[in-house]
C-alpha cells in the first residue's frame, strides 16, 4: 500500500468537489491506476460544506471505509476556512492546496498548518476562462503541478475526453475549462 | 398421515409455483348439491329471450344454437334469479327431491 | 472481451441491467438506488434497450408489476432499498411463490427508523426467508458480476427463482472506482434468450397463476420451494465456474482469504470484507494467523461448506450489518454458529454488530476484532457472545 | 357497434366455466360473464383478493378459461400493468404473434379498488396501461365477512359499522369513485350494473376498443351482505338506477352522458327497504336518516344531470 494517495476535497455544494474527485478518479483510472472516488452523503443541499475523496494507487484497493488521514487536501472555497478545520487528520508532512488570491504564507499563519501549502486563484482563472467561477477544473490543474499522480500531458489529453462525454451538449465550455487547467498548472504557488 | 391425504399428489407430481395448467377444469367441481330448489324450464312458453342465460351467476343455462333448452344441474345452485327475470314465467323453481330437511 | 472502466456502483448496476436487456423494468427511485433507475430511464429514452419500461407509483406496485411481467413470460427487473424493499414485503413472498426468475438488485440501506439512508444490512437481511437467493458484493465489480450471473441462476430450470443482487449503499453503490465489464454480446451469450415454461401470454395454453391454495396442496408447493433453494446451490456453482472461465472473476459460495493456515478468522459478507483484507493484511505482517472468510451466498445458505472452511479455525467473529433484536446475535451469526454445532466444529464463535446506519467501519476497527479473538484463544472463555462494534457507551 | 343480441351471444363459448364456488345468486360472475362476452379477443384476466378470486380459483381447479393471474388485496391493476407491459415488449420484439390481441381485463371488488387498491389503480390508470378495470361494488368487504369500506352507503350496517343502540351503522356517505378514475382524463369511463345487460355489455365494448385505460364501476348484488332474497337481485338493481342511487352514466374523452333517464324517479326506500342490512333505517324515530339518504341522492342526481348536459 506504500504507493497509495489519499486526497480530501473540501468545497461547497455546487461547487463541483465531488465532480473534482470523479473527473480525477476515472482520469487516473484510464492512466492504469486503481482508483477509489467517492463524496460524502448527507442532506446537504446548495452552498452547505461537503466533502469528497479520491483513493489513488498502483495496487489493488480494497479498503472501503472513509479516509481519515489523507496526504492531500484541496479546498475549493476559501471562506471554508472560517468555519471548517481543513487540517483535520492530516500528517505533518501533508499537502494543502487552496483557491485563494493570498499567499501560501498568508494560509498556512490563519489555519496553523506545519506542512506544505500552495494556493491558486482558481476562481479568478474559472472566471477568465470560462465565465463564471467554477473552481474545480483549475484545482485538478493545480493538483498536478505538485503531485506527481500523474504525467500532465496524458491527464489533459484523457480529461479532454472526459469533458468531451461530460459537455456533449455544450462544447463550447471545454475549452476554457482546458485553458483553465493550464493556467492553474502556471499559477499555482508555493511558499 | 390419513389416508385420504395420501391419495392426493405429492410434490413432485404438481405444477411448481401453485400453476393450475387445465383453463376451465373447475367443471370437474360440482356445484349442483348446493341447490335447494331446481329450476325447471317449460319449453312450450319459452320464448328463448335468454335473460335466464345472460343473469345466471353459475353459466349453468344451456342454450343450443341460439335456443334455451335447459339447466346444467350440475352447477345451478338454484338462486332462482333466471326464474324471477323470465319474463313469460317459464321457468319454476323445484323443491329439491328428496328434501335435504327430513 | 472486457474493457476496464471507472464506474460507480450504481452506473455498474446499470449498465449490468442495460446488457441484460430485460423484456421489462419496474421501478420506483429510493436512495440510494435512486441512479439506477435514472441511468437506465436514459437508455429506454434512447432506445439503447427493448424493455418496456413502467414508471410505477410506490415500490409496491413496482414488485407487483414484475411479478405481472415475469408471469407474463417476460425476463423481469426491478430494483430497490432499504424502506421500498419493505414495502415490496407482501409481494416478494409471491414473487417467490410463484417461481418467478425476476432480479432485483437491492442497494442495502438502513431500515427506519429513525430515517436513515445508509448502508447497513437490515433491509435485505429481513428478506432472507422470503424464498429468494441472495448474493452480496465486495465492491461495484462483484454487484456486476452477480446481476448477470442471477438471470442464469434465477432462471434455471432446476431452480426458477428470484435473485436479489445486493450491494452497499453509498459505500459501493455512489463510490468510482475500476471495474471490468464484459462486451454487451458476452452478456447475451451468458444469459441466453429466455422461454418461461408457462406463461399467461401464450393463449394456447391458458394458465391460472395465484390461486387459493388451502391446506390440501400449499404445504407441497412450499416442498417444491424448498427443493428449488437446495437445487439452487448447485446451479450457482455451475454458473460461476462459467462466468470464471469467461471472465477469470468471481466465487461460488464465498471467498478464503488467507484462511488456510489461519488460527483466527472472520466472516462478513459486502464491502466490509475489502476493509477486513487489509487488515488480515497487516495482521499476518505482524505475524498473526488471521483470515477472512466472505460471503457471497446467503441464500440458499451454504451451511455445511462454512462449517467445513472454519472447524480448524480456533476462533472466528462473524461480522453483522444487522440486528434481530432477538438479543441472541444478528442473522449470519446464528445461522454460522448452527452450522457449526452440525459440524461439532470446537472453535468459539462471537459476533460483531457494526455498521449500522452508515456508521463508518476501518481496518482499525478491524484489527480490534481480530485482537478480541486473540484474547479469546489466549483465555479459553468468550466473556460476552454478541457485541456492538465502536458504539458509544 | 352491433346491438346487443343475446341469442348471438349465446351462441359464444363460455369463458368462465360453472363449478366455482360463489354463493348462490352471486353478483361478480353474472358480471364477469357478461364483460366476457363483449369481446372475441383473448384475454388475460387479473384479480384482487376478494370473494371472485378466492371462489373461482380454488386450487387445483380453475373456473377461468383464459389466463389469470392473482398477485395480492391491493395490486390487481398494477400486476395487469405489468403484463401488459410483457405483452407490448414482446410483441415489439417479434416474440408473440403478431396477428393475435390480447386484451386485458383487471377485477376488483370495491374493497381491492375504492380503499386497499387504490393507489395501484389510480398510479395504472396514469400510466395510460390498455387495460380494462373493472371493480364490482357490493359496497363492503364481503369475502370477510361483510366489512364496511369507503363504497358502503351511508347507515348500512356491515360488521365494522354495526347498526347499535346510539350508532346507526355507516355514518360516511360512499365516495365517488367513478368521478375520481373519471378525474384521471382516461379515455373511457363508466358505471353500470348487470340488470341492464345491453347497457354493461355496451359500455364493456366500448372499454375494449378504446386504446389505453378504461375502467367501469358495476353495482353487484351480495345476498350475503344486502340480506334479501337471492332471486329478487335484478329488481334490487332497477331499484338502484330508478331511485337514482347508482345513476348510469359514461364518460367518454372527458365528456359526460347518462344512459338512463327513469321515467319517475323512484324513492329511496325502493331501494333501501328490501335489504336486511338497511332494516334499522325502518324503525320509528330514524325518518330523519332515510331524509338524509333522500337528500343526498338528490344532490348528487342533480350534479350528475349537470355535468351530463341533461340540465
Known amino acids: 500500500m506504500a504507493s497509495l494517495t489519499e486526497i480530501r476535497w473540501h468545497g461547497r455544494g455546487g461547487q463541483g468537489s465531488k465532480t473534482a474527485s470523479i473527473l480525477l478518479g476515472k482520469v487516473a483510472s484510464k492512466a492504469g491506476k486503481n482508483i477509489q472516488a467517492f463524496p460524502e452523503y448527507g442532506p446537504e443541499r446548495m452552498g452547505a460544506p461537503v466533502l469528497a475523496f479520491n483513493r489513488i494507487s498502483d495496487e489493488d484497493i480494497t479498503v472501503h471505509c472513509q479516509i481519515t488521514s489523507p496526504s492531500i487536501v484541496v479546498v475549493l472555497d476559501p471562506t471554508l476556512l472560517e468555519s471548517i478545520d481543513v487540517t483535520a487528520g492530516i500528517p505533518v508532512d501533508g499537502t494543502i492546496i487552496i483557491n485563494s488570491t493570498q499567499t501560501p504564507k498568508e494560509i498556512k499563519e490563519r489555519i496553523g498548518f506545519e506542512g506544505e501549502v500552495f494556493t491558486v486563484d482558481a476562481n479568478g482563472i474559472s472566471t477568465e476562462e470560462i465565465g463564471a467561477p467554477f473552481p474545480n477544473t483549475p484545482m485538478l490543474g493545480a493538483l498536478m503541478k505538485i503531485t506527481d499522480l500523474l504525467e500532465f500531458e496524458a491527464f489533459k489529453k484523457q480529461i479532454n475526453k472526459e469533458f468531451e462525454k461530460k459537455f456533449a451538449s455544450k462544447p463550447e465550455v471545454i475549452e476554457g475549462n482546458m485553458k483553465s487547467i493550464d493556467r492553474a498548472y502556471q499559477e499555482v504557488k508555493s511558499e | ?102 | 472481451m472486457s474493457n476496464q472502466v471507472a464506474l460507480t456502483g450504481n452506473e455498474a448496476m446499470a449498465q449490468a441491467m442495460k446488457q441484460i436487456n430485460p423484456d421489462v423494468v419496474a421501478a420506483y427511485p429510493i436512495t440510494p438506488q435512486t441512479e439506477v433507475v435514472q441511468m437506465f430511464s436514459q437508455f429506454v429514452a434512447d432506445g439503447a434497450v427493448d424493455t418496456e419500461f413502467v414508471t410505477v407509483e410506490s415500490e409496491h406496485s413496482a414488485m407487483s408489476a414484475t411479478v405481472g411481467a415475469a408471469a407474463g413470460g417476460a425476463r423481469a427487473m426491478t430494483a430497490t432499498a432499504a424502506n421500498g424493499l419493505a414495502l415490496m414485503w407482501e409481494i416478494i413472498y409471491i414473487a417467490a411463490s410463484t417461481r418467478l426468475p425476476i432480479v432485483m438488485p437491492v442497494v442495502n440501506r438502513a431500515l427506519s427508523g429513525p430515517i436513515n439512508i445508509h448502508c447497513d444490512h437490515s433491509d435485505s437481511m429481513g428478506a432472507r426467508d422470503s424464498g429468494w437467493i441472495q448474493l452480496y458484493a465486495e465492491n461495484a465489480q462483484e454487484a456486476y458480476d452477480n446481476a448477470i450471473q442471477a438471470v442464469r441462476i434465477g432462471e434455471h430450470d432446476d431452480v426458477r427463482l428470484p435473485v436479489m443482487v445486493n450491494m452497499d449503499g453509498f459505500i459501493i453503490s455512489h463510490a468510482v472506482e475500476n471495474l471490468d465489464l464484459l462486451a454487451d454480446e458476452d452478456v447475451q451469450d451468458f444469459i441466453g434468450t429466455y422461454q418461461a415454461e408457462h406463461t399467461l401470454l401464450d393463449t394456447d395454453n391458458p394458465v391460472t397463476v395465484g390461486p387459493l391454495d388451502l391446506q390440501d396442496f400449499y404445504f407441497e408447493h412450499k416442498k417444491q420451494q424448498s427443493e428449488a433453494m437446495e437445487n439452487a446451490k448447485n446451479v450457482i456453482v455451475d454458473i460461476a465456474k462459467e462466468y470464471k472461465e469467461l471472465t477469470g472473476r468471481g466465487f461460488e459460495y464465498f471467498e478464503e482469504y488467507k484462511l488456510d493456515d489461519a488460527e483466527i478468522a472472520i466472516l462478513a459478507l459486502a464491502s466490509t470484507t475489502g476493509t477486513a483484507k487489509a487488515a488480515v493484511d497487516e495482521l499476518r505482517d505482524e505475524g498473526v494467523k488471521a483470515g477472512l472468510l466472505k460471503l457471497r451466498m446467503y441464500r440458499p445458505f451454504p451451511a455445511p461448506e462454512i462449517a467445513e472452511v472454519l472447524s480448524d479455525l480456533k476462533a472466528v467473529a462473524i461480522m453483522d450489518r444487522a440486528e434481530t433484536f432477538s438479543t441472541t446475535g444478528g442473522p449470519v451469526f446464528t445461522d454460522v454458529r448452527s452450522a457449526l454445532y452440525d459440524a461439532k466444529a470446537d472453535v468459539e464463535a462471537v459476533n460483531y454488530i457494526y455498521g449500522l446506519g452508515g456508521r463508518d467501519t476501518t481496518v482499525e476497527d478491524i484489527e480490534f476484532i481480530y485482537n478480541e479473538l486473540q484474547e479469546v484463544v489466549k483465555s479459553d472463555s468468550v466473556t460476552k457472545r454478541v457485541k456492538y462494534l465502536g458504539v458509544r457507551e | 357497434m352491433s346491438k346487443v343480441n343475446l341469442k348471438e351471444l349465446s351462441t359464444q363459448d363460455e369463458r368462465l366455466t360453472g363449478g366455482h364456488r360463489l354463493c348462490s345468486g352471486c353478483g361478480a360472475s353474472i358480471i364477469v360473464r357478461q364483460i366476457l362476452h363483449a369481446t372475441d379477443n383473448p384475454v388475460v384476466v387479473g384479480c384482487a383478493t376478494g370473494c371472485l378470486e378466492v371462489s373461482t380459483t380454488i386450487y387445483p381447479y380453475t373456473a377461468w378459461k383464459d389466463s389469470f393471474i392473482h398477485n395480492a388485496f391491493e395490486n390487481a391493476a398494477a400486476t395487469i400493468s405489468g403484463v401488459e407491459a410483457a405483452y407490448r415488449s414482446l410483441k415489439r420484439q417479434g416474440k408473440l404473434n403478431e396477428n393475435e390481441e390480447i386484451k386485458f381485463i383487471a377485477f376488483g371488488g370495491d374493497g381491492g379498488t375504492y380503499d386497499i387498491g387504490f393507489q395501484s389503480l389510480s398510479g395504472a390508470m396514469e400510466r395510460g396501461h390498455n387495460m380494462v378495470y373493472v371493480c364490482y361494488d357490493n359496497g363492503a368487504y364481503m369475502n370477510t365477512g361483510i366489512q364496511r369500506s369507503s363504497a358502503t352507503p351511508k347507515n348500512a350496517s356491515t360488521t365494522t359499522s354495526p347498526a347499535g343502540k346510539v350508532i346507526p351503522g355507516k355514518q360516511q356517505f360512499r365516495k365517488e369513485l367513478t368521478d375520481i378514475i373519471a378525474a384521471h382524463n382516461i379515455p373511457y369511463v363508466a358505471q353500470t350494473s348487470p340488470h341492464n345487460f345491453k347497457d354493461l355489455i355496451r359500455k364493456a365494448r366500448k372499454a375494449f376498443e378504446v386504446d389505453g385505460p378504461a375502467f367501469l364501476n358495476v353495482l353487484s348484488q351480495c345476498p350475503r351482505g344486502w340480506r334479501y332474497p337471492e332471486d329478487l337481485a335484478m329488481d334490487l338493481m332497477r331499484a338502484a338506477t330508478d331511485s337514482c342511487f347508482w345513476p348510469l352514466f359514461e364518460v367518454e374523452n372527458g365528456e359526460w352522458n347518462l344512459n338512463h333517464i327513469p321515467k319517475e324517479k323512484a324513492p329511496i326506500t325502493d331501494w333501501l327497504e328490501p335489504q336486511g342490512r338497511f332494516k334499522h333505517l325502518f324503525k320509528e324515530g330514524n325518518e330523519h336518516l332515510i331524509e338524509e339518504i333522500q337528500e343526498n341522492v338528490d344532490k348528487r342526481w342533480e350534479t350528475i344531470l349537470h355535468r351530463c348536459g341533461e340540465k
Open chain 2, 1 to 102: 398421515m390419513t389416508k385420504k391425504n395420501n391419495q392426493k399428489p405429492g410434490w413432485k407430481e404438481i405444477p411448481d409455483g401453485g400453476l393450475i395448467l387445465e383453463a376451465g377444469n373447475a367443471i370437474k367441481y360440482k356445484t349442483g348439491g348446493w341447490r335447494t330448489h331446481r329450476p325447471e324450464l317449460d319449453k312450450d312458453t319459452c320464448i328463448n329471450c335468454h335473460f335466464c342465460w345472460i343473469f345466471c351467476p353459475d353459466s349453468a343455462v344451456v342454450s343450443e344454437g341460439k335456443e334455451v333448452t335447459g339447466f346444467d344441474h350440475d352447477y345451478c345452485k338454484g338462486c332462482g334469479i333466471c326464474a324471477h327475470e323470465c319474463p313469460v314465467d317459464a321457468i319454476s323453481m323445484k323443491k329439491e327431491e328428496p328434501s335435504t330437511e327430513k
